[in-house]
Structure formats: C-alpha cells, structure tokens
C-alpha cells in the first residue's frame, strides 16, 4: 500500500514537473494583427458623389477681330482673307452640338493662291452643300442608300475654289475656349452658301421655330439663317458634314437608322 502511495506521488511529481518545463519551452504569444478599415461601398439607397457634368457652352467674352484673323490664319496661312465686303462677316454658335464655341467666318480667296486652296489633301473638309441639295432626288437616294458613292476624302480633294468664290469657313471649336484653342483645327470650307441677312439661331430657339414642320431634317446645333438662292433657310450639321435646308429644295429621304439623334420629332 506504501507502495503504492509513493509510486503515485512519484508520478504526479513528475506531471507538475513537466508541465514547468513545457510552459518554460512554450514560445510567448503573437501579437495582435492590425486590423485595416476597408472603406465602405455605398449600397443602392444610398446617393454616390460625382463630379458635375457641363450641360451648357462656357460664356466667352465676344469675339474680336483679330482673334478671328488668327484663328483664319492658323488653319489657311495665307491662302485667305476675310471678306471685308460683309457684314457680318464672322458668327460664333455651337454648330455641331458638342458644347463648344465654333466660329463662322466668311472669306475669300486671297491673290495667287488658289493653288494652295485646291491641293490635293487639305487639312479642311471642302463641301459644296447646294450642290448636292440641287442634285435630283433619285441622285439623292442613290447616294444615301450607298448605289451612288458620296466624295471620298480619302481620295483627295474634288472641290475646286475660283476666284471669285465666296466661301464659308466653319472652324469647330475644342474644349472650354472653343475656336480660340490652339488645338482647334477641325474646319469645313463651303464654297457657294453665303446669302444675305446671314445670322446665327441658337438651337433651343430652331426647335420652338420648327416644331411641327414636316419634312424637316436633324439637327445637332445652332443654325445658320439667311437667304439663299430666293429661299429663307439655313446651314445646320447633319452629325458628319454641313447641309443647306429650305423648305422648297429640301428632300426628305428614307435612309437606314444609325446612331444620329435627331432634336425634331
């Protein structure tokens, strides 16, 4: 019995023991992960901040003369002059509808220089917007359907400046200082379309004016009234090129739906 007294005594000395020497081995505990705040993602009913989007064209001071002759000599150098004999003889307007201020000026060529008006490859898109509102309507609806190939710039010029011609430059404009921008170099030259009583109709005013008016074609922007051939009209941009609308020469045709947004329903 003694025995077995000791031999337990023994043992339980034996486990204290070494628990001591496991508890001395056992490596000190880990310190604390810290821990990272993620931020949080707004959920459905809740409103997300974002930047204000510009919905109207920045108000620029009115344009001076010689801002309009620089911005001329930027894109022409000196194949151009603006025709002192009109008046006026510059607009501003948002003509093709991106918020940006464009300027219309009315030129003509200077001395000598149609050679540089008539290259091959411009750095202008040359249009002739009567002719092709003149041409008949089967021409028309060959053209529009693809069964008659419109000019393609790709192949070089096909306008041709003489010099007497009247032209319209419409230089569009880039960013918040539209034309005045260094970088405004986008501009048609329309030869033929420059009539009297030439004035600018800003495009909410064109929408109240023509409302209900049938046929009647997209617009995207400000238009550019005046008489023209005897016709009260305008020039407006059809989304790719500039045309000549008046209710007599105006044809309606039915092309193929694309990505155009027309602002008359």
């Not at 464009?102 to 750095?123: C, I, T, Y």
């Not at 800003?202 to 617009?219: D, L, R, S, T, W």
Request: net charge neutral; proline share 9%; hydrophobic share 40%.
């Amino acid at each position: 019995m003694l025995a077995r007294k000791g031999f337990l005594a023994s043992l339980s000395l034996a486990v204290v023991m070494g628990s001591v020497g496991l508890c001395g081995c056992a490596k000190p505990p880990a310190e604390p992960v810290p821990v990272v705040e993620r931020p949080s993602i707004p959920q459905e009913n809740e409103a997300i901040s974002l930047p204000p989007q510009r919905t109207e064209m920045p108000e620029l001071a009115p344009p001076k003369f010689e801002e309009v002759q620089h911005a001329v000599k930027r894109i022409f150098k000196d194949a151009v002059m603006i025709d002192a004999r009109r008046n006026p003889n510059f607009l501003v307007g948002d003509f093709n509808g991106d918020l940006s201020q464009d300027l219309a000026v009315v030129l003509r060529p200077a001395e000598g220089k149609l050679s540089e008006l008539n290259q091959e490859f411009p750095s202008w898109i040359a249009r002739e917007p009567l002719k092709d509102v003149l041409l008949p309507r089967s021409k028309v609806l060959a053209r529009t359907t693809g069964a008659e190939s419109a000019p393609n710039p790709a192949a070089g010029q096909t306008v041709r400046f003489e010099q007497s011609d009247v032209m319209l430059a419409i230089i569009h404009g880039e960013g918040p200082q539209g034309w005045h921008d260094p970088k405004a170099t986008q501009t048609h030259l329309l030869r033929e379309v420059v009539g009297a009583n030439i004035r600018v109709l800003a495009f909410e005013g064109a929408v109240k004016a023509y409302k209900g008016i049938k046929p009647f074609p997209n617009i995207y922007g400000d238009l550019i009234q005046q008489t023209l051939i005897g016709q009260s009209g305008f020039l407006h941009f059809t989304g790719g090129i500039y045309g000549w609308y008046d209710p007599r020469n105006y044809k309606a045709v039915t092309i193929p739906s694309h990505s155009g947004i027309s602002a008359m329903r």
